[in-house]
């Protein structure tokens, strides 16, 4: 369940006066005012794309996990060898009901050897809190809720790690993806994370929320010369969109499992702790065998051959008949075309299928079956 009634005045962000002056577009996104766009989505899409850009992703829920058992404890709550992630390293994970549908994707960071935080989607951390705060009855392990204590900023694009070398005297040289090391940028004490959801190279701040207007207004000033540009949550889905990154609600939701979704390898069924249990096994190693006979449907890509765009719901379809249903779809800046990630039978999911269409309002529009994700960044 959310702490967030559907019908209270949507929380704002410690940016929220910054993002008015800037005249963005705003939005109530679970529960949150956040900016849509302050331009052109497009405009901002493709400065992260070929620059850099300055998102404020203060919404996302931040739980930290610490106690003795809290490894022990996460490999029990969550799908990944969580105990087994280094000190100064993230991990992808999910945490799933005990059927195996999925409540949220995550990324856990390990902070100190006995400290860990787990970050949630916006619409899920009420959610992930009371699952995690459930589940760790019998382990030495604290949860708390730290949504309040952080704003996080986010640079993303090429241009980003020189950016912020201007700022910081943390080793962003040494920083590998998917770590975080503590350091101090513009001043502010920040936990430095190189991590995204745009499939370009970029970083993520945590800092306190007081700290926040100052650190964006510094960013700001560095990256003026390098082409840095504020970014809404729009052009954020379409830039994780063309990366084949799922969203929940979209491609990820409790009606899928991991494997359902693709996503199999995030599953750890070595790992020791707990005897190798964890919440949703039996269902997991289940939807696993089924995955490897007879995968139901794949998320896959598809590129149109026209000019109009699929929307998440629309009936993927092929000979007359439904094979599928698109998730999410876009314009893709990138590609110049539209695209859509959507979960297709398996006899229509292989790359260069022929004769498939989306079903655009009685219209059947031939798409193109591609393998995910539509654009990688050159190393």
Not at 60 to 67: F, S
Not at 194 to 204: I, L, N, P, S, V
């Given at each position: 369940m959310s702490h967030v009634p559907p019908s209270s005045t949507p929380r704002?962000?410690?940016?929220?006066?910054?993002h008015r002056a800037l005249g963005a577009t705003m939005t109530d996104f679970a529960g949150w005012d956040m900016p849509l766009r302050y331009g052109s989505e497009r405009d901002e899409h493709t400065a992260v794309r070929t620059r850099a850009g300055l998102f404020d992703l203060s919404h996302?829920?931040?739980?930290?996990?610490?106690?003795p058992d809290a490894g022990r404890f996460l490999d029990h709550a969550l799908v990944g060898n969580i105990g087994a992630v280094a000190v100064g390293r993230a991990r992808y994970t999910m945490i799933c009901r005990e059927d195996g549908g999925i409540l949220d994707d995550l990324i856990v960071y390990r902070l100190g050897e006995d400290t860990y935080m787990v970050v949630a989607n916006a619409s899920n951390a009420g959610t992930v809190l009371d699952a995690l705060t459930a589940r760790a009855t019998g382990f030495d392990a604290a949860v708390r809720d730290d949504r309040d204590a952080y704003a996080l900023l986010a640079v993303q694009g090429p241009e980003s790690p020189g950016i912020l070398k201007a700022l910081t005297d943390a080793d962003l040289d040494g920083l590998k993806y998917y770590a975080g090391l503590p350091g101090t940028v513009a001043g502010v004490p920040a936990l430095i994370a190189?991590?995204?959801?745009?499939?370009?190279?970029?970083?993520?701040l945590f800092v306190?929320?007081?700290h926040a207007e100052e650190l964006w207004k510094a960013l700001t000033e560095a990256g003026a010369g390098a082409g840095l540009v504020p970014c809404g949550l729009s052009c954020r889905d379409t830039l994780r969109l063309e990366a084949g990154m799922p969203l929940y609600g979209n491609e990820l939701s409790t009606a899928l499992t991991p494997f359902d979704a693709g996503l199999g390898r995030v599953v750890k069924f070595d790992k020791t702790s707990n005897g190798g249990d964890f919440v949703g096994r039996a269902a997991l190693e289940a939807a696993a065998e089924r995955a490897a006979s007879a995968p139901p449907r794949t998320l896959v890509g598809l590129i149109a051959e026209g000019r109009r765009v699929p929307r998440s719901g629309y009936p993927v379809v092929?000979?007359?008949?439904v094979v599928g249903e698109v998730t999410s779809g876009a314009p893709s800046p990138t590609l110049g075309r539209p695209i859509a990630m959507a979960y297709v039978d398996a006899a229509h999911a292989a790359p260069g299928t022929a004769g498939v269409g989306v079903d655009i309002r009685g219209s059947q529009e031939p798409y193109e079956v591609v393998a995910l994700p539509f654009y990688k960044r050159q190393k």
């Open positions: 704002r962000t410690a940016l929220d006066a910054t996302m829920g931040e739980i930290t996990v610490t106690g190189r991590t995204g959801y745009t499939g370009e190279d970029g970083f993520e306190e929320p007081r092929a000979g007359g008949a």
